[in-house]
Nanobody, 125 residues
Framework: QVQLVESGGGLVQAGSSLRVSCAASGRTFSTYAMGWFRQAPGKELEFVAAISGSGIRTSYGDSVKGRFTISRDNAKNTMFLRMNSLKPEDTAVYYC??????????????????WGQGTQVTISS
C-alpha cells in the first residue's frame, strides 16, 4: 500500500501563492494517477485537481481552474500543487490521493485508494 505524506501548507494572505507537495513511497509511482482534494470546515470533501501517471493529462475543479497547477516529478515520487491568487475560500485541509488502479486523472474520489494525512492551508483576507 502506498504511503503519502503532504507538506507545504501554511498561513498566507489572499492573493498570495503557495505550493504543497506530496511524497509517495513505492517504486511504481509513475504507473498511476494522483489527485488533490480539500475539505473546509463543515463542508464535504471537494475535488481540486488530478494528474495522470505520466503527468501529461490533468483535470481541475471549476473553483480552482486557471489558478492552481498540478504537476509531478516521477523521478522523485513527488506530486505538487501550485496555488496562485489564493482566496479565503481556498482555506481547507488539502489531501493528496493515489489511484493505484487508474492511469488517468479522475474527479471521482472512489477510485482513490491511498490518502495522505492532509496539510492545512489557511488564507487570510
Amino acid at each position: 500500500q502506498v504511503q503519502l505524506v503532504e507538506s507545504g501548507g501554511g498561513l498566507v494572505q489572499a492573493g498570495s501563492s503557495l505550493r504543497v507537495s506530496c511524497a509517495a513511497s513505492g517504486r511504481t509511482f509513475s504507473t498511476y494517477a494522483m489527485g488533490w482534494f480539500r475539505q473546509a470546515p463543515g463542508k464535504e470533501l471537494e475535488f481540486v485537481a488530478a494528474i495522470s501517471g505520466s503527468g501529461i493529462r490533468t483535470s481541475y475543479g471549476d473553483s480552482v481552474k486557471g489558478r492552481f497547477t498540478i504537476s509531478r516529478d516521477n523521478a522523485k515520487n513527488t506530486m505538487f500543487l501550485r496555488m496562485n491568487s489564493l482566496k479565503p475560500e481556498d482555506t481547507a485541509v488539502y489531501y493528496c490521493a493515489a489511484a493505484q488502479r487508474w492511469m488517468f486523472p479522475s474527479i471521482n474520489r472512489s477510485v482513490y485508494d491511498g490518502w495522505g494525512q492532509g496539510t492545512q492551508v489557511t488564507i487570510s483576507s
